[in-house]
């Protein structure tokens, strides 16, 4: 699996409902992911995808409308845009060209401006308005105002080129290489808070048996071995209607801030429930977001039939579910009794050791001498894929590209075989690799054109 060697930022998408937030959303990643519909209020939990624009790679993501009910409407978007300015990188504020500022686009767009961060003005539907001035928008304060039609995608490119211009004033993160950031990642009532208060030897976080406890994210400083970790427990992603609206809709964003942050995941999971199909989404957001991972199966010492329900089948019940990251490290924990907390540390720090591995060009263009030699990569469209050599071009994680003739036409599976045996080769347990496949300077593409 492909991912970005970054710290994906996060863009948020805010505004009230029916402005056209989802049907934005889905044209700018690309995708319908998000549910339009003409009732307001459709979009109940915030919605997550990345977009590629210029160079930069973030996260973008949909929430729910701001209320509706006038004594809700300043609770509401306090705590929506609060959520964004704890973070998001950008804020996205939503209008819609046809009607003119309402009381909840005011309210918005005065909170959205009071938090410091970057905030554009997308002003939705505007094909709608045959030509109309938009200089009556300038009210709401906003000085970026950006007309756009989701559904003739018009003006999207110019909101991305928005975006990008704030992430380019952004100043790069300084990372701290003697600390390594695990976050404790999973669905409420995992036992997170439980995990951390044992690792760290007190009652930091806030504990009990009601899902959704953790609001907010802890993050603790522990020592293990002469190395210092720091450990960010999450808010967990809470069940429908069951956590009051502003408090759920934003559980997403925390959760990618979060792996955004760590570098390190420990995706924990409930022994007595095994995995699920929301834990198997946040693997795939932290590989995607280029991240270490661990797979965490804690509670162990809650189930009771041990003889029928052995650790062997529920690790086969695991590794089933989570066959796109079988290099993954699985770790059965109890944070009541203290099982495998150790591994758990030590794990982490060999993962992040593992993410920072250099591989020298001779050994890397053997490999890949050897495996080309053994299975050539398979012709399409009567093109013939080569691959001639390769380089290692950053670390943490590792990023590799490889060069050729006509590598758009490899296939996914013939990638697959490339990756596997670069684990096979060097020891990249636990954190994903970044496979990237290019042709040769000086041949041509797929399509006929030169390659720069």
């Known amino acids: 699996m492909a991912v970005n060697n970054i710290n994906l930022p996060l863009v948020a998408i805010v505004g009230r409902p029916n402005v056209g937030k989802s049907s934005l959303f889905n044209r700018l990643i690309g995708t319908r992911q998000a549910i339009t519909h003409e009732t307001a209020g459709t979009t109940r939990d915030a919605n997550t995808g990345t977009v590629s624009w210029r160079k930069h790679n973030f996260w973008l993501i949909d929430t729910a409308g701001l209320s509706k009910a006038t004594d809700d409407i300043e609770l509401g978007a306090q705590e ?184 390190v995941c420990a995706l924990v999971m409930d022994a007595t429930t095994g995995p699920v199909a929301g834990d198997q989404h946040l693997a795939g957001q932290i590989i995607e977001s280029g991240k270490g991972l661990i797979l965490v199966v804690n509670k162990w010492d809650a189930v009771e039939d041990k003889e029928t329900n052995t650790q062997d089948d529920m690790a086969a019940t695991v590794t089933g579910s989570f066959q796109f990251a079988w290099w993954a490290p699985l770790i059965f924990t109890s944070a009541t009794h203290g099982l495998h907390l150790n591994e758990l540390m030590e794990q982490a720090a060999k993962i992040q050791a593992r993410r920072h591995t250099t591989i020298e060009t001779g050994p890397l263009n053997k490999l890949i001498g050897q495996l080309v030699a053994k299975q050539p990569p398979a012709g399409l469209r009567n093109r013939q894929p080569k691959l001639n050599y390769g380089t290692q071009t950053g670390s943490n994680p590792p990023a590799f590209a490889i060069f050729g003739a006509h590598t758009a036409f490899i296939h996914f599976s013939y990638k697959r075989y490339i990756e596997n045996a670069f684990r096979k080769t060097w020891d990249f347990t636990g954190t994903p690799i970044v496979l990237n496949f290019r042709d040769k300077p000086g041949r041509h593409s797929h399509d006929g054109t030169p390659v720069k």
Not at 119 to 127: R, S
Not at 193 to 206: D, E, F, M, T, Y
Request: proline share 4%; aromatic share 2%; glycine share 10%.
């Open 80 to 263: 929506q845009i609060t959520e964004a300015a704890d973070n998001a990188d950008v804020i996205i504020v939503v209008v819609d060209a046809g009607i003119a500022p309402t009381t909840e686009d005011q309210t918005a767009a005065r909170l959205a401006l009071k938090t410091g961060k970057p905030v554009i003005l997308a002003v939705g539907k505007a094909d709608t308005t045959h030509g109309q001035p938009f200089g009556h928008w300038q009210s709401l304060g906003i000085s970026e105002i950006v007309p756009v039609s989701a559904i003739h995608g018009s003006g999207t490119g110019d909101l991305l080129d928005a975006v990008c211009d704030r992430l380019d004033e952004k100043p790069a993160p300084v990372e701290d290489e003697n600390v390594i950031t695990l976050a404790l990642i999973g669905r409420p009532n995992v036992g997170k808070s439980s995990l951390l208060n044992r690792l760290v030897g007190k009652q930091q976080a806030l504990v009990s048996d009601v899902p959704g406890t953790t609001r907010d994210s802890t993050v603790s400083e522990i020592r293990y071995h002469n190395q210092t970790i720091k450990l960010i427990d999450t808010a967990g992603l809470r069940r429908r209607g069951k956590i009051a609206g502003g408090i759920e809709k934003y559980s997403a964003m925390r959760t990618l801030a979060a792996i955004n942050q760590a570098d």
